[in-house]
């Protein structure tokens, strides 16, 4: 079974999907979206694009960076596909 959620009580019911939250910084650019769980209770959505990082929490943006995130020389390390 894909994309399904098995119950403890048995039966299954399909997983939930996302939802559009905001438009990316630079439309025309490729991002990645990385999902980081802090705790048990606290958890964000990462989105990395060209030299930038914007935190999601609660369906905003929580948190910018616009500044250089990846050192030039380990780009190729990181690559933004």
């Not at 039966?11 to 910084?25: D, F, I, L, N």
């Amino acid at each position: 079974m894909l994309n399904y959620i098995v119950q403890a009580q048995g039966g299954a019911s399909r997983r939930p999907g996302t939802r559009y939250v905001a438009e990316v910084k630079t439309s025309s650019a490729k991002v990645r979206l990385v999902a980081f769980q802090f705790s048990v209770s606290v958890a964000y959505v990462l989105e990395f694009g060209n030299q930038y990082i914007r935190f999601f929490k609660d369906g905003r943006v929580t948190y910018c960076h616009f500044r250089d995130v990846y050192p030039p020389d380990l780009q190729h390390f990181f690559p933004i596909t």
